[in-house]
């Protein structure tokens, strides 16, 4: 059994398996294994009888790790990963929480039955809460004064302790509306996303004796995705450590780019401050990329002022050298992108699966779009949508179909209440009602929706402010 939960693995990999008292910071570089390390340890942990699955908390960024690491613990140990009595507890931090939640949470005033508001129950709760403040919705969006407070959540900071910092207009807005959703979220028995880690922290160092019961269940602890942590679930992963430190985490600072969600990869720099006596092991061999790939990658990331100091080798050979494109603007960018692609199909040497284009954000999108659909190029979005089928694209497309449509009563139909103008159905039926009597069209319509009698003195400022807008 043991031979083949170390088959595969080079000497780093498995020092990092064989390494289990004590906590461990395992730095592991892009595509070095970590999860198939993070999986074999779980396993030896198990297969060693060095602890049962009860006593395993294994923590991951997304639901889909978690569940790719059910599968391959299971494989490794020839059980069926739908056995949740014998998994370890595995799953993302909200996921954990929820668990530990409905087990305690009563002691700290929780109800076991509480519901989970999702984004967009969180937007639409804030919402209610900013018109009930008087808020100007078009200057300060829901979805902006939703993302400020779960900034502040994530920080573990209170309406209180917010309100006492908030310095910008819209922070000053989001101070306002803080506290009354908290009252929302409380009268609904509900706890939003940052809720579930925030409350189980605070539950935790408010009772020692659930805090000693979940520190001496979970006796191995591990972390992926380390360097993607905040401060709420920091300060968790330490609630939970017991006094042993059997604690491992995996991560590389290198690789943060969730800090605008409030990620701070100084947790992984502060590791050993933290843990004093840890044991370091660097993975640093690179399974997915050539040698050429991580050099360019190298000499980027050393310009860090802050950073871990390793260095990616492989043996996969040099590969073909990197290049760089220089461009004047977004559409010499796509060209020249249609260029390699045509080039590369056209002689026969590749196919368009072969290709990949990478962007920062997802507005980018749109040149690389547009230019694929004016050449002919077949394409998939993966992990996203389309750039023009997104609902704000959408809307704005509607709206600017009008302009040159006047007539284009779909259009009108989707935008009509793009933002939220209370233009009911029944106001609409008399509207298109009286336009028709009138003779006019859509456009003069909406010039003279004034005139229109039938119509409620809402509907018809709503109406008439449309027409202007257009």
Known sequence: MLDQLFEGLNPEQRRAVETTEGPLLIQAGAGSGKTKTLTHRIAYLIATRKATPFNILAVTFTNK????????????????????????????????????????????????????????????????VSKQLM?????????????????????MMSPTNYAGTASSPAQQAAAKVYPLYEKALKNASALDFDDLINRTVQ???????????????????????????NAAQYQLVNLLTNSHKNIAVVGDDWQSIYSWRGADFRNILKFEKDFKDCTIIKLEQNYRSTK???????????????????????????????????????????????????????????????????????AQSRSVEEAFVHYGIPYRVVGGVRFYDRKEIKD???????????????????VVNVPTRGVGTRSLQVFFGWQQAQGLTLFDALQQAGNCAELTPRARQALSELGDIL
């Open 65 to 128: 790790a978690a569940k790719e690491m059910r599968q391959r613990v299971a494989q490794l140990l020839g059980q069926n990963a739908e056995n949740r009595g014998f998994m370890p507890y595995m799953g993302t931090f909200h996921g954990i929480c929820v668990r530990l939640l409905r087990q305690d949470g009563e002691a700290a005033g929780i109800p076991r039955s509480f519901v989970i508001f999702d984004e967009s129950d969180r937007q639409a709760a804030v919402k209610q």
């Open 135 to 155: 808020i100007d919705e078009k200057t300060f969006p829901a979805r902006a004064l939703s993302g400020l407070i779960s900034s502040a959540k994530n920080e």
């Open 203 to 229: 539950m935790l160092k408010s009772h020692a004796a659930i805090r000693k019961k979940w520190q001496d269940q979970f006796r191995y602890i591990m972390i992926d995705e380390y360097q993607d942590t």
């Open 292 to 362: 050429n790939i991580l050099d360019a990658a190298h000499a980027v990331i050393t310009k860090n002022a802050q950073r871990s100091d390793k260095h990616l080798w492989t043996d996969a050979g040099d590969g073909l050298p990197v290049q760089m494109l220089q461009v004047s603007n977004e559409r010499g960018e796509s060209e020249a992108i249609i260029r390699r692609v045509r080039n590369g199909i056209d002689g026969g040497r590749r196919h368009y699966r072969d290709y990949a284009v990478l962007y920062r954000t997802n």
């Open 396 to 414: 704005i497309m509607a709206y600017l179909r009008l302009i040159f449509q006047p007539e284009d009563r779909v259009s009108f139909e989707r």
